[in-house]
């Protein structure tokens, strides 16, 4: 089945501490690549989006996420996480090639980070 | 505020009551979906409208769900004779263009309680 897979569930981190959130997928040609962030109380809001060209993206509040195709991942990554970065993390996938009208979405990962 | 409006924001009925919720997209998007979020778990796809067409119903969306674009702006989503199932989160969210370059923008959500 097609399928999203983020890794960690729950991840608890200090400020100024590094992250890296997995997302894997399970579809093989070409893939468009999403990270939505949800903070406590708000609504889905994108992050960053790869639909072609360099596998490194970078998006808002200094996250960046990179493609690596052979390995069917798209991380998210920050270098030094803030307090204000707690929210639920969402990695979301659509086949170019097959139903572009929807997103398959992973579970969420939730980040808290403590000041 | 120029973005997804949900209404109402929260809703408790009792099991067996009719509910129906709106969506207004962000005015140019002619793409506009409707999802459900339980805890935990991302949000699962429902219904998708390109204009006044509805193209794709999900296998979730149970013949007690309806959903409307009359007029290809706002959007309503219907749920008759609820269960306790139903308690979930309602997204709506909407796009313009390639749902792969240019990602879908999210209202707020309407949380259903069924007592």
């Known amino acids: 089945a097609q399928s999203v897979s983020q890794h960690n569930h729950h991840v608890i981190l200090s400020e100024a501490a590094s992250l890296e959130l997995g997302c894997n997928y399970s579809y093989g040609g070409t893939v468009n690549l999403f990270w939505y962030v949800q903070y406590p109380g708000q609504h889905l809001q994108l992050l960053l989006k790869?639909?072609?060209?360099d596998p490194l993206v970078k998006g808002i509040k200094g996250f960046e996420a990179e493609f690596i195709k052979s390995k069917f991942s798209f991380n998210l990554r920050k270098p030094s996480v803030q307090w204000s970065d707690t929210a639920e993390y969402f990695c979301?996938?659509?086949?170019?090639?097959?139903?572009?009208?929807?997103?398959?979405w992973g579970l969420g990962t939730s980040l808290a980070v403590n000041p | 505020d120029t973005g997804v409006s949900q209404d109402p924001r929260h809703k408790i009925t009792k099991r067996g009551q009719n509910v129906t919720f709106r969506c207004d997209p962000i005015s140019e998007h002619n793409r506009l979906y409707w999802y459900r979020q339980t805890l935990g778990q991302g949000p699962e796809f429902l219904t998708y409208f390109q204009n006044e067409a509805q193209l794709e119903k999900s296998r979730l969306l149970s013949d007690r769900f309806s959903a409307e674009r009359p007029k290809g702006s706002f959007s309503t989503l219907e749920i008759q004779r609820t269960e306790q199932g139903d308690s979930a989160m309602y997204l709506c969210?909407?796009?313009?263009?390639?749902?792969?370059?240019?990602?879908?923008?999210f209202g707020p959500g309407t949380r259903l309680t069924v007592t």
């Open positions: 979301a996938v659509i086949r170019e090639a097959g139903n572009n009208r929807k997103l398959i």
């Open positions: 969210a909407s796009s313009l263009g390639s749902l792969a370059t240019m990602g879908q923008y």
């Open positions: 790869y639909f072609s060209g």
